[in-house]
């Protein structure tokens, strides 16, 4: 069902136009101004498109579903507070990439300890991050060898590289997102992706290996 | 103009977000620029290798929605039912007695001795009993919808009666069953909790001990080139 039709059958009587539906900022506002129920349309717009963002930059399926639960949670706790001006969406991502970096703040922490443990739960947990090395030679997968290489980008990187290249913001929406100017976005993302080059490449990957000169 | 300077249009030209000026200041800067031509066929393929990356069929098909969210208004439907549920559970619990009596079902709440359930066993043996007593109750469930349906009369009430007080009792058996293996579950889960606990603390000890020796191990060098300096003197 399309969030246009859910949208008419949580409303069969509203007044939003039928051929596309509230906005996002329109959602927000009906909202607040108290019909709670504005907002089961917002979280099914936006929370695949959130989980998915997730999984790309901490990397784990169920801590992207925790994550993505987080995120809409405090989005719920704040909406009431939101300013219209902002756009809706910009401001979710930037809960959710907040509710990430607290994520892999910890994760890092804790792994520093949990190198000397290795007990098996722990291990298990430390894999759930993503594929290892030994999986992407094992498996040779372009896929899996894609998202070890986005997985071993520095943070900033990776939020840049997930945002344009699987969520489809334009620069200037990255920048709002990640409130900082459209030069370093741009920055962040060419080093990002001479990484990743680099990266697949060095992992056989033909496609991204850069075109050798002709012999003259 | 270098190459590095037109860095930014190049990157608005890969995604499509160039306008036509820096469209046209790209094209003039590639017809003379063999590297930077290769830099851009290379990020294309790049982009071609990266969308390869798909989300796990788990994250693509499911959707991530906290239940308080959820549509509310199977809410009061839910709540009725839960009711309804604790309320039979607490009837056959309390050993309460449902009577068919000159054509009327009646109950009384009361406390009849519970019937002694055996010991729950973990695994297919629990689950063989279930099964049995689950597949007795919808028999005698269906013994009693054919009885109503026939409307036989007080005589055959009478025949109900013993049939429903059975039905009870396995109820009240297949319910401390399964009470007693979710404590057993619980039980084990706390275990094995408490034993990931104990493995965490201890991890953390030896941390913690490898560092202090590695200080004591400083102080003792420190030490020994204070004495050796002093000695010097």
């Known amino acids: 069902m399309s969030i246009d039709s859910k949208a008419a059958v949580l409303w069969p009587g509203a007044s939003y136009p039928s051929r596309v539906g509230p906005s996002d900022e329109e959602l927000v506002e009906t909202f607040q101004g108290g019909d709670s129920a504005a907002f089961e349309v917002l979280v099914r717009r936006w929370d695949r498109r959130i989980q998915g963002l997730i999984y790309r930059v901490v990397g784990g399926e169920e801590e992207a579903r925790d994550l993505c639960q987080e995120t809409f949670l405090r989005a719920y706790r704040g909406l009431g507070t939101f300013k219209k001006e902002a756009r809706f969406s910009s401001w979710l991502y930037q809960i959710a990439l907040n509710v990430s970096r607290d994520r892999l703040r910890r994760r890092r922490l804790r792994n520093h300890v949990s190198l000397d443990e290795l007990t098996e739960e722990s291990e298990a947990r430390w894999a759930q991050g993503g594929p290892t090395a030994l999986d992407l030679v094992e498996s040779r997968d372009l896929s899996r060898a894609v998202a070890v290489a986005v997985a071993a980008l520095p943070d900033e990187q990776r939020e840049v590289i997930v945002l344009k290249e699987y969520e489809g913001l334009t620069f200037q929406e990255i920048s709002q997102v990640l409130d900082v100017p459209l030069s370093t976005v741009k920055t962040r993302l060419y080093r990002g992706l001479g990484q990743l080059r680099l990266h697949l490449t060095r992992q056989g990957i033909r496609g991204a290996a850069p075109v050798p000169a002709p012999l003259s | ?233």
Not at chain 2, 121 to 146: F, K
Not at chain 2, 195 to 221: F, H, I, N, P, W
Request: glycine content about 8%; hydrophobic content about 40%.
């Open chain 2, 1 to 233: 103009m270098t190459c590095e300077a037109h860095r930014d249009d190049v990157l608005d030209v890969l995604y499509g977000e160039a306008d036509p000026a820096a469209t046209r200041r790209v094209e003039e800067h590639l017809s003379g620029c063999r590297d930077c031509r290769d830099e851009l066929d290379g990020l294309r393929r790049l982009r071609g290798d990266l969308s390869e990356w798909e989300l796990p069929a788990s994250l693509r098909g499911s959707r991530a929605i906290p239940s308080v969210f959820r549509s509310t208004w199977w809410r009061p439907l839910a709540a009725a039912a839960t009711v309804l549920l604790a309320l039979g559970g607490a009837l056959g619990l309390s050993g309460s007695e449902l009577r068919y009596d000159a054509g009327r079902v009646s109950f009384r709440l009361g406390r009849a001795p519970v019937a002694s359930a055996p010991a729950a066993s973990p695994g297919q043996d629990l689950e063989r009993r279930l099964a049995a007593l689950e597949a007795r109750q919808e028999e005698a469930l269906r013994t009693i919808q054919a009885a109503l349906a026939s409307g036989s009369g007080p005589a055959a009430a009478d025949q109900l009666l013993p049939r429903m007080e059975r039905l009870i009792a396995d109820s009240e058996a297949r319910q401390a069953l399964m009470l007693d293996a979710r404590l057993e579950d619980y039980a084990d889960r706390v275990d094995r909790q408490r034993r990931y606990d104990m493995a965490q603390v201890s991890a953390g000890l030896s941390y913690l001990d490898g560092k202090t020796g590695l200080q004591v191990a400083r102080t003792t060098e420190l030490v020994g080139q204070v004495l050796q300096a002093s000695q010097k003197r």
